[in-house]
């Protein structure tokens, strides 16, 4: 199937550009001080994974560094799209009536458009509380929506594996179900932690491990397909 090597060709760069446009800005907002017109946007040595010394946001939100993350995450929305709409066109070449095709599209796309929100508005101030709480649902509505669209898609994968069997590696498959399942019960599990105020430095470190969590996703898809089919 053509859709198979189109999402093969695109999920190996919806890893590569978030995961280094994010640390781009990291290593810029930490090391090259002088690139900041503001001096009070500065982050001092921090490995925010491990200690949670500043938010994903606190690094990309500024000058010059949201000049790569906005663009950046502008492109990984763009190819988050393609790839659900073509993993529906794989899925339906095999199973057309399966119950989980509109359910994946609508929350792929619909991740990706959050993302999307998310990224215009990064950095954007306005005083008021609505646009604050506006915000905070945007990014929260953007991992529900993904984790929700992966969700569907390993299961929908997973029932179909039979059909599969000559386009994929099953392995992969079943990383990307421990991964997604890991994600959903650290999700959970992290609800009482970001609810109450306090806890930044966990909040923070969380934040950045989780989003490489999300986005590998996408490489452990790029080696799940077979390159021949």
Not at 1 to 7: A, L, P, T, W
Not at 45 to 74: E, H, Q
Not at 137 to 152: G, N, R
Request: charged share 15%; glycine share 4%.
């Amino acid at each position: 199937m053509d859709e198979i090597r189109k999402v093969k060709s695109i999920t190996l760069w919806i890893f590569i550009v978030p995961f280094f446009a994010l640390n781009a800005c990291l290593i810029l907002i930490t090391q090259f001080h002088d690139l900041f017109p503001n001096q009070e946007n500065i982050i001092f040595n921090t490995i925010p994974y491990i200690d949670g010394g500043a938010s994903i946001s606190r690094t990309a939100r500024v000058f010059p560094t949201y000049l790569i993350f906005k663009p950046a995450m502008f492109l990984t929305s763009y190819l988050l799209i393609k790839y659900w709409i073509y993993n529906k066109k794989i899925i339906s070449n095999l199973d057309l009536k399966n119950k989980n095709l509109n359910k994946i599209l609508f929350f792929g796309i619909g991740s990706a458009i959050f993302l999307i929100l998310h990224s215009f508005f990064l950095g954007i101030k306005f005083d008021f509380v609505s646009y604050k709480l506006f915000r905070r649902v945007v990014i929260l509505l953007f991992v529900v929506f993904e984790i929700v669209a992966q969700a569907y898609l390993v299961i929908t994968l997973y029932k179909l594996k039979e059909k599969f069997l000559k386009y994929i590696n099953l392995n992969f498959l079943k990383m990307k179900a421990i991964l997604v399942s890991t994600l959903i019960i650290v999700a959970l599990a992290s609800i009482p932690i970001i609810s109450f105020p306090g806890n930044t430095h966990i909040k923070h470190a969380l934040e950045w491990n989780y989003f490489v969590g999300v986005i590998a996703f996408y490489l452990l898809t790029f080696f799940m397909w077979k390159k021949e089919q």
